[in-house]
């Protein structure tokens, strides 16, 4: 579903990725921990091109996302390429950025409508689902700020669920709501994990990681440094690095 | 004071009339100017330097020049190489120019004070950078406008009075030709400063009621 090769980004003199290589399978739920910094959220943005790497590829289904062959060299892909496998790519942030200036419906629906051109009565419907999905089918009217932080992610997930991804993308979903509204928002996400939708999540929640991880991912100073079952990276890890980062953090 | 009064009733109907083109040649100007305005902010904004360039010259050139200047540049100066304007038309040309670089830079500031995460969701969402201005970026800009843009508004009720000296009758050279015929300057121009501040007090009443009636989801 998710093949990175070799993806190096920099920021100016910061390497921030350096030679990635990541393989995810159809309905293959991954977890990327790692300490601050280590580029796990960069990778993430990679992946659906809001980041241009500086090298390596990053194919979604098959289809290179950015960049196109054109008689046997690597050339831009155009933006209606990219923007087109976009939309197939769920994305979830850590602060939300819900539309404030729509109600929870509206943002639901406006991919749909938008992107996809579908007729409003339809993406109603469809965005109602969405809602009732989050548990949230009683709040469609309501805007963004008279949401609590974990209801405003959960329509969140209910935007990025509406354009019916191939895959979902979760960056730190966790990290910006009071610590009781955490449940609410994981128990979404096990719900869709179950499901078997494919999901890459950066989260600092090993809990989850334990619980709903095919994999997880150890990322440091740019580097996958160890990867595994839940059992084996929270129980038997070999790494000194990963060692030193679960001890604090468990 | 009865004097003034007595005055005021029987030059209203002329200064009135000077009004309404005053208010014309301002609404003209700010529709023209929010057009320009909004090519301008998004050729400046782009990241393309064919576009930003220009953007940017435009903008430089006409804020560091007196709008005095630029009215006398169209009326007077463009005549000698053959394009003879109209006082309306270089009224309204040299104003809508001019209002056009400061919405520009007001729509510039309002687009970018947008959250980066805004214009994220909209593309992870599969949009393009033009969807994501329409429905996204543009709408939650709009209300952030409203205040600067009811300064710029008044600024610009104001300056046209400027276009006086273009040979343009409005309310300014109006209440100069009452001052001539009747040689008495100190009413003329109190009167024609009282309707300045009707226009202006209607437009901060306006203003002010839109930008209450946009903050619903805030």
Redesign the interface.
């Known amino acids: 579903m998710i093949l990175v090769e070799n993806l190096n980004k920099s920021f100016g003199k910061l390497h921030v990725l350096k030679d990635i290589n990541l393989h995810v399978k159809p309905g293959e739920v991954v977890v990327i921990i790692g300490p601050s910094g280590s580029g796990k959220s960069t990778l993430l943005r990679c992946i659906?091109y809001?980041e241009k790497p500086d090298s390596g590829n990053v194919y979604i289904d098959g289809e290179m996302i950015g960049k196109r062959e054109v008689n046997g060299k690597l050339v831009d892909d155009s933006?209606?390429n990219i923007?087109?496998l976009?939309?197939?790519?769920?994305?979830v942030?850590q602060?939300f950025?819900?539309?404030?200036?729509m109600t929870a419906l509206g943002n639901v629906i406006?991919?749909p409508i938008?992107?996809k051109k579908m007729p409003k009565e339809q993406a109603i419907e469809k965005g109602r689902y969405f809602l009732k999905k989050v548990g949230l089918a009683d709040k469609e009217d309501s805007?963004?700020?008279q949401l609590s932080g974990g209801q405003q992610q959960r329509v969140?997930i209910a935007?990025?669920l509406a354009?019916e991804p191939k895959l979902m993308l979760f960056d730190e979903p966790t990290s910006a709501l009071d610590p009781e509204l955490v449940g609410e928002v994981l128990s979404v996400m096990l719900d869709l994990a179950k499901e078997g939708m494919t999901m890459v999540v950066v989260t600092h929640e090993m809990g989850f990681a334990r619980e709903v991880a095919d994999r997880v991912i150890f990322m440091n100073e740019g580097r996958i440094i160890e990867e595994g079952t839940p059992e084996q990276i929270f129980l038997n890890p070999q790494n000194e690095r990963t060692k030193a980062f679960l001890s604090k953090i468990l | 004071m009865v004097g003034f009064f007595s005055f005021l009733v029987k030059y209203l109907p002329v200064l009135l009339e000077g009004t309404i083109m005053t208010l014309q040649l301002t609404v003209l100007s700010i529709t023209f100017g929010t057009i320009i305005g909004l090519f301008v902010a998004l050729a400046k904004i782009s990241k393309s330097k064919f576009l930003s360039i220009p953007a940017s010259l435009y903008t430089w050139v006409i804020r560091g020049v007196p709008l005095l200047v630029q009215l006398f540049f169209l009326y007077f100066g463009l005549p000698q190489v053959g394009i003879e304007l109209s006082p309306f038309s270089a009224a309204v040309i040299g104003l809508s120019v001019c209002s056009g670089a400061y919405i520009a830079e007001i729509i510039r500031a309002g687009i970018q004070s947008i959250?980066k995460?805004?214009l994220?969701?909209a593309?992870?969402?599969?949009?393009?950078?033009a969807?994501a201005m329409r429905?996204?970026i543009i709408?939650?800009a709009y209300?952030r406008l409203i205040p600067p843009m009811g300064n710029e508004f008044i600024s610009m009720l104001k300056n046209s009075s400027l276009v006086t000296t273009i040979a343009m009758v409005e309310l300014m050279r109006t209440a100069t030709h009452i001052s001539s015929s009747t040689f008495r300057p100190l009413e003329s121009f109190v009167a024609a400063g009282l309707l300045y501040l009707v226009l202006t007090t209607i437009f901060v009443l306006i203003f002010g009621r839109l930008e209450r009636r946009l903050t619903?989801?805030?």
Do not use: C, W
Not at chain 1, 86 to 91: E, L, N
Not at chain 2, 123 to 129: E, K, Q, T
């Open positions: 659906n809001l933006l209606k923007n087109r976009r939309s197939q790519i769920g994305m942030f602060k950025n819900l539309f404030p200036h406006e991919g938008t992107v805007y963004p700020s969140a935007r990025a354009m | 959250d995460g805004q994220e969701a593309y992870s969402l599969g949009m393009s950078y969807q429905r996204i709408p939650q209300r619903v989801y805030e």
